[in-house]
């Protein structure tokens, strides 16, 4: 599980067997929710995530998704 950044207790990630289109997962402490990155940023889908905590991973996701996508394009090559 290739981790790209971890920051405020969020950590974003890409499993090893990935798919198009691009996109990144996150957890923070029991939630998971995973955005799509190719064209801007978009909430795909969560699981007990509260919405402050979605508002911050959509917040952190947005400010990272050059490295995000370098780092997807370095994974998936």
Same mark, same amino acid.
């Given at each position: 599980?290739?981790?790209?950044?971890?920051?405020?207790?969020?950590k974003?990630?890409?499993? *090893?067997?990935?798919?198009?289109?691009?996109?990144?997962?996150? /957890?923070?402490g029991?939630?998971?929710?995973?955005?799509?990155?190719?064209?801007?940023?978009? $909430?795909?889908? *969560?699981? @007990?995530? @509260?919405? *402050?905590? $979605?508002? &911050?991973? $959509? &917040? $952190?996701? /947005?400010?990272? /998704?050059?490295?995000?996508l370098? &780092?997807?394009?370095?994974?998936l090559?």
């Amino acid at each position: 599980m290739p981790v790209v950044f971890e920051k405020d207790g969020y950590k974003f990630f890409f499993y *090893s067997n990935e798919h198009e289109p691009a996109h990144v997962h996150v /957890r923070h402490g029991e939630g998971e929710a995973v955005f799509e990155v190719e064209v801007g940023i978009e $909430l795909r889908e *969560s699981q @007990k995530m @509260k919405m *402050s905590e $979605l508002r &911050k991973a $959509l &917040k $952190l996701a /947005r400010e990272n /998704r050059d490295l995000i996508l370098e &780092k997807w394009h370095e994974h998936l090559g």
